[in-house]
Protein backbone atom coordinates (compact mmCIF):
# COMPACT_ATOMS: atom_id res chain seq x y z
CA UNK A 1 0.00 0.00 0.00
CA UNK A 2 1.36 3.37 -0.55
CA UNK A 3 0.59 6.52 1.11
CA UNK A 4 -0.26 9.77 -0.21
CA UNK A 5 1.20 11.89 2.37
CA UNK A 6 3.07 10.62 5.14
CA UNK A 7 2.59 11.09 9.13
CA UNK A 8 0.69 10.46 12.22
CA UNK A 9 -2.74 10.01 10.33
CA UNK A 10 -1.85 6.79 8.44
CA UNK A 11 -0.85 5.04 12.01
CA UNK A 12 -3.96 3.04 12.67
CA UNK A 13 -3.66 1.61 9.08
CA UNK A 14 0.14 0.59 9.36
CA UNK A 15 -0.37 -0.80 12.53
CA UNK A 16 -3.23 -3.32 10.86
CA UNK A 17 -1.16 -3.81 7.92
CA UNK A 18 1.65 -4.81 10.53
CA UNK A 19 -0.04 -6.94 12.35
CA UNK A 20 -2.55 -8.96 9.82
CA UNK A 21 0.32 -9.80 7.69
CA UNK A 22 2.46 -10.94 10.68
CA UNK A 23 -0.40 -13.23 11.49
CA UNK A 24 -0.89 -14.59 8.16
CA UNK A 25 2.92 -15.22 7.39
CA UNK A 26 3.80 -16.86 10.81
CA UNK A 27 5.48 -14.34 12.34
CA UNK A 28 5.95 -13.27 15.64
CA UNK A 29 7.54 -10.29 16.52
CA UNK A 30 6.69 -6.61 15.79
CA UNK A 31 9.16 -4.04 16.07
CA UNK A 32 7.95 -0.90 16.15
CA UNK A 33 9.96 2.38 16.54
CA UNK A 34 8.24 5.41 19.42
CA UNK A 35 10.04 8.59 20.34
CA UNK A 36 7.31 9.70 23.05
CA UNK A 37 5.59 6.42 23.20
CA UNK A 38 2.20 7.50 21.72
CA UNK A 39 2.84 4.96 18.67
CA UNK A 40 4.25 1.97 20.59
CA UNK A 41 1.01 2.49 23.11
CA UNK A 42 -1.02 1.95 19.61
CA UNK A 43 0.66 -0.78 19.11
CA UNK A 44 0.69 -2.67 22.40
CA UNK A 45 -2.90 -2.08 22.70
CA UNK A 46 -3.66 -3.56 18.82
CA UNK A 47 -1.35 -6.42 20.16
CA UNK A 48 -3.39 -6.85 23.26
CA UNK A 49 -4.80 -10.57 23.40
CA UNK A 50 -2.72 -11.76 20.35
CA UNK A 51 0.24 -14.10 20.19
CA UNK A 52 2.33 -11.23 18.62
CA UNK A 53 5.52 -10.32 20.89
CA UNK A 54 6.31 -6.48 20.60
CA UNK A 55 9.50 -4.57 21.04
CA UNK A 56 8.97 -0.55 20.93
CA UNK A 57 12.14 1.15 20.32
CA UNK A 58 13.01 4.47 21.72
CA UNK A 59 15.50 7.65 20.39
CA UNK A 60 18.87 7.16 22.50
CA UNK A 61 18.62 9.28 26.11
CA UNK A 62 19.96 12.54 24.87
CA UNK A 63 18.93 13.06 21.73
CA UNK A 64 17.29 16.15 21.86
CA UNK A 65 18.13 17.41 25.19
CA UNK A 66 21.44 15.95 27.45
CA UNK A 67 20.32 13.09 29.88
CA UNK A 68 16.95 13.93 28.69
CA UNK A 69 14.63 11.11 27.53
CA UNK A 70 11.88 11.52 25.31
CA UNK A 71 9.81 8.79 26.07
CA UNK A 72 7.06 9.30 28.36
CA UNK A 73 7.55 7.63 31.63
CA UNK A 74 3.63 7.24 32.05
CA UNK A 75 3.44 5.81 28.42
CA UNK A 76 6.80 3.37 28.95
CA UNK A 77 4.83 2.09 31.61
CA UNK A 78 1.57 1.19 29.92
CA UNK A 79 3.38 -0.38 26.95
CA UNK A 80 4.64 -3.06 29.47
CA UNK A 81 1.67 -3.70 31.34
CA UNK A 82 0.53 -4.34 27.74
CA UNK A 83 3.22 -6.98 27.69
CA UNK A 84 5.46 -5.03 25.20
CA UNK A 85 9.30 -4.63 25.90
CA UNK A 86 10.72 -1.06 25.71
CA UNK A 87 14.34 -0.54 24.73
CA UNK A 88 16.60 2.39 24.31
CA UNK A 89 19.80 2.09 22.68
CA UNK A 90 22.45 3.82 20.40
CA UNK A 91 21.12 4.83 17.46
CA UNK A 92 22.92 2.67 14.83
CA UNK A 93 22.99 5.21 11.65
CA UNK A 94 22.61 8.41 13.62
CA UNK A 95 25.13 9.11 16.98
CA UNK A 96 28.94 8.30 16.43
CA UNK A 97 28.04 10.11 12.59
CA UNK A 98 26.70 13.16 14.33
CA UNK A 99 29.06 13.30 16.03
CA UNK A 100 31.79 13.40 12.96
CA UNK A 101 29.61 15.58 11.16
CA UNK A 102 29.67 18.32 13.69
CA UNK A 103 33.25 18.57 13.56
CA UNK A 104 33.37 18.69 10.05
CA UNK A 105 33.97 15.64 9.40
CA UNK A 106 32.18 12.79 6.63
CA UNK A 107 30.37 10.30 8.33
CA UNK A 108 29.62 6.94 6.64
CA UNK A 109 26.84 5.85 9.11
CA UNK A 110 25.05 9.12 7.37
CA UNK A 111 25.50 8.10 3.95
CA UNK A 112 24.19 4.77 4.61
CA UNK A 113 21.33 6.61 6.13
CA UNK A 114 20.73 8.66 3.56
CA UNK A 115 20.61 6.16 0.78
CA UNK A 116 17.67 4.56 3.00
CA UNK A 117 16.08 7.53 2.90
CA UNK A 118 16.06 7.84 -0.46
CA UNK A 119 13.25 5.13 -0.05
CA UNK A 120 11.58 7.11 2.80
CA UNK A 121 12.20 7.81 6.03
CA UNK A 122 10.67 5.17 7.77
CA UNK A 123 12.94 2.26 5.73
CA UNK A 124 15.89 3.98 7.23
CA UNK A 125 14.54 3.97 10.85
CA UNK A 126 13.34 0.16 9.94
CA UNK A 127 16.57 -0.71 9.25
CA UNK A 128 18.17 1.26 11.83
CA UNK A 129 15.83 0.04 14.98
CA UNK A 130 16.14 -3.87 13.73
CA UNK A 131 19.91 -3.58 14.20
CA UNK A 132 19.35 -1.88 17.37
CA UNK A 133 16.77 -4.71 18.75
CA UNK A 134 19.40 -7.26 17.28
CA UNK A 135 22.17 -5.67 19.09
CA UNK A 136 20.45 -5.91 22.39
CA UNK A 137 19.40 -9.50 21.73
CA UNK A 138 15.65 -8.77 21.80
CA UNK A 139 14.80 -10.04 18.74
CA UNK A 140 15.99 -13.43 16.80
CA UNK A 141 17.57 -13.42 13.19
CA UNK A 142 14.48 -14.30 11.85
CA UNK A 143 11.75 -12.56 9.85
CA UNK A 144 9.95 -9.72 11.74
CA UNK A 145 7.54 -6.94 11.00
CA UNK A 146 9.24 -3.40 11.26
CA UNK A 147 7.60 -0.39 12.00
CA UNK A 148 8.01 3.39 11.89
CA UNK A 149 7.18 6.66 10.48
CA UNK A 150 7.93 10.05 9.20
CA UNK A 151 8.59 12.23 12.15
CA UNK A 152 5.49 11.10 13.88
CA UNK A 153 3.30 8.09 14.16
CA UNK A 154 3.88 5.17 11.68
CA UNK A 155 3.60 5.13 7.79
CA UNK A 156 6.21 2.29 6.87
CA UNK A 157 5.62 -1.47 7.84
CA UNK A 158 8.24 -4.07 6.10
CA UNK A 159 9.31 -7.26 6.59
CA UNK A 160 12.94 -7.75 7.62
CA UNK A 161 15.16 -10.23 8.17
CA UNK A 162 17.04 -8.77 11.12
CA UNK A 163 21.13 -8.63 11.77
CA UNK A 164 23.19 -7.05 14.09
CA UNK A 165 25.29 -3.69 13.56
CA UNK A 166 28.37 -5.24 12.92
CA UNK A 167 26.48 -7.43 10.35
CA UNK A 168 24.70 -4.43 8.87
CA UNK A 169 25.27 -4.88 5.06
CA UNK A 170 23.49 -8.77 5.59
CA UNK A 171 20.17 -7.70 6.77
CA UNK A 172 17.19 -8.05 4.17
CA UNK A 173 14.54 -6.35 3.73
CA UNK A 174 12.39 -8.66 2.42
CA UNK A 175 9.38 -6.34 1.02
CA UNK A 176 7.80 -3.50 1.75
CA UNK A 177 4.31 -3.92 3.21
CA UNK A 178 3.65 0.12 3.40
CA UNK A 179 5.09 3.48 3.01
CA UNK A 180 4.12 6.71 1.43
CA UNK A 181 4.41 8.04 -1.62
CA UNK A 182 5.70 11.57 -0.15
CA UNK A 183 7.91 12.13 1.89
Not at 42 to 59: D, F, I, N, Y
Not at 83 to 99: D, E, K, P, W
Not at 163 to 169: D, H, V
Amino acid sequence: MYFEQHGTENTEITLTIAKDEALKRGINTLLVATTYGDTGLKAAQMLRGSQLRLVAVTHNTGFSEPGQQQLKPELKKEIENLGGTVFTGTMVLRNIGTAIRGKGGYSQEQTIADTLRMFCQGLKVRVEIAAMAADAGLIAQDDIIAVAGTGRGADTAVVIAPKPSNQLFDMKVREILCKPKVF
